[in-house]
């Protein structure tokens, strides 16, 4: 983890200013990379791996959606609808590469729009419903701390595409984490009612918490950042523990069901439908 401190504004020390939509850019992070399955490389597994990531981006966009006209403001409704995008975009990669590696040749929406809750892979706390403002920052916070700590990992990859895919990613991540991050230093060390609406929320989020230290090895720097974050914002650290389930063996919560129904609606109503 970087010495900076990751709630310190992004005008302060960061070279690349270009804060938003980075998964909506012209450039392609694929251009010129040989898409051939590395020897060595198993491709189900690498397959298996795509569509999980994927699945966590899809439906953690789809959550931040929901904020569209209910966001606090004007700007963090753009923010939180670009950083959306942003997930969207990375899920397109990845769903594409799946069905690359895997043989079947499963475009981006076959995975997304055609396939049912229980064969979902994603962490079940991208389902869980938003809540008030304080518990999508919470989750944010969490979800892109530990979405980073993989990519940064993932940037080594032998298989050049998903090499590719986290390199671009990790940029949108720093900057998710850095946003989401800011927020909650501001909420924990504000008013009262703000401060006890951010305890709330980190109350109801660590019991998700131990689910994804199951998924990757990435607990230490997870945990350094989240330690940084709350004692800036007085906070206490979320409690959490070995989970009880997992939604990378298709273990979900009631929510994400009535999730992918909205969201797969127009597809499965008008499968062969283009525009």
């Known amino acids: 983890m ?29 251009h010129g990379v040989d898409t051939t399955v590395p020897e060595g490389v198993d491709a189900s597994e690498l397959a298996a791996s795509c569509v999980a990531l994927a699945d966590d981006a899809l439906v953690s966009a789809q959550r931040l959606a929901e904020w569209i ?7 963090e409704e753009v923010a939180l609808a670009n950083i959306g995008l942003d997930l969207l975009g990375q899920a397109r990669l990845l769903y594409s590469r799946a069905g690359q590696a895997d043989g079947t040749g499963r475009d981006e929406d076959a995975y997304a729009y055609f396939r049912d809750a229980d064969d ?3 962490v079940r706390l991208a389902e869980l419903p938003n809540g008030d403002f304080a518990f999508s920052i919470v989750r ?19 298989d050049p595409v998903l090499a590719a895919v986290a390199a671009k990613g990790v940029k949108e991540l720093a900057y998710h ?6 927020w909650a230093v501001r909420l924990g060390d504000g008013t009262e009612e703000s401060h006890r609406r951010m305890r709330k929320a980190i109350e109801q989020i660590a019991p998700y918490i131990g689910e994804l230290f199951t998924a990757y090895d990435v607990r230490a720097e997870v945990v350094a950042v989240l330690r940084q974050v ?3 914002a007085g906070l206490p650290m979320p409690a959490y523990r070995p989970s009880a389930g997992c939604g990378r063996d298709g273990e979900h919560t009631e929510h994400l069901a009535p999730l992918l129904a909205e969201l ?3 597809a499965r109503a008008h499968p062969e439908a283009t525009w």
């Open 2 to 30: 970087s010495e900076d401190h990751v709630y310190l504004t992004l005008a302060e020390g960061h070279e690349d200013d270009a804060r938003w939509a980075y998964g909506t850019g012209f450039e392609d992070p694929l």
């Open 69 to 75: 006209t209910r966001a606090p403001e004007l700007e």
């Open 120 to 122: 979902f892979r994603n």
């Open 140 to 158: 944010l916070l969490v979800l892109s701390s530990w979405r980073l700590a993989h990519f940064e990992r993932l940037v080594s990859h032998p």
């Open 177 to 182: 984490r850095q946003y989401a991050a800011e």
């Open 230 to 232: 709350t004692e800036e």
């Open 264 to 266: 797969q609606s127009v």
